[in-house]
């Protein structure tokens, strides 16, 4: 593994089922984030964790869950996911959320299309 | 909140020079990035600036004026390769001890022959 991978790259879902998107990074970093990109829209913060065991809520995060159970994974869940949940989802990482500089660092992307 | 704006598409010539303007207005400022983004890919980091004044790093450079709540991406010797969506991304404080990113839509840019 090199740097940080998300899976499914691509998935098609019904309505009402339940999914998760995997985010795995490498590089040891303490914060990790989940965004959705809509066209239009941009990227939009979800869910972030500072650190492994806390996790916290970002701009558009309902319908969403996420955890943190150790530094490297933050899987994202949809329980029941709905329509307007199609989206390209990107997990990210930097090394801190503290007062220093914060550069973020992408995985590839899951293309997410809920019918 | 914070409000982030940058025009949604520019076209520029092979070669030529493009500005890429982003304003933003918040609180708890922490420093501006920007990122590149080509279609169907990840966003990768360009630059960064949280004190006043240009960064420059080969063909681009990005200038900041925290008074202003201005920047601005400068793209030299264009090339065709450089059409991609370019994001300004503001860092600023969001309490409890984090600081979070807010991106902007993005500007696509499309560079032609």
């Known amino acids: 593994i090199a740097g940080i991978t998300q899976a499914p790259t691509s998935q098609i879902l019904a309505a009402g089922r339940r999914m998760t998107l995997r985010c795995t990074q490498d590089m040891r970093h303490n914060a990790m984030y989940w965004y959705r990109q809509d066209l239009g829209l941009g990227l939009r913060l979800i869910h972030y964790?500072?650190?492994?065991?806390?996790?916290g809520k970002g701009e558009v995060p309902d319908g969403y869950s996420v955890s943190r159970a150790n530094t490297d994974d933050f899987p994202l869940t949809l329980a029941s996911a709905v329509p307007s949940q199609t989206s390209v989802y990107f997990c990210?990482?930097?090394?801190?959320?503290?007062?220093?500089?914060?550069?973020?660092?992408f995985g590839p992307g899951t293309r997410l299309t809920v019918l | 909140g914070q409000n982030i704006d940058q025009p949604t598409e520019m076209t520029a010539t092979e070669g030529a020079i493009v500005q890429i303007n982003c304003t933003y207005q918040?609180?708890?400022?922490?420093?501006l990035f920007w990122y590149q983004q080509h279609a169907g890919e990840a966003p990768t980091f360009l630059s960064y600036n949280v004190l006043d004044g240009l960064e420059e790093k080969g063909r681009f450079s990005s200038f900041l004026s925290r008074s202003k709540g201005y920047s601005y991406l400068l793209l030299k010797e264009l090339q065709m390769k450089d059409s991609a969506s370019y994001l300004c991304?503001?860092?600023?404080?969001?309490?409890?001890?984090?600081?979070?990113?807010?991106f902007g839509k993005g500007t696509k840019l499309s560079v032609i022959p």
């Open positions: 991304a503001v860092d600023a404080y969001s309490g409890a001890g984090s600081y979070q990113l807010t």
């Open positions: 990210a990482s930097s090394g801190t959320s503290g007062n220093s500089y914060n550069e973020q660092f």
């Open positions: 964790s500072n650190t492994a065991g806390t996790t």
């Open positions: 918040t609180s708890g400022f922490n420093g």
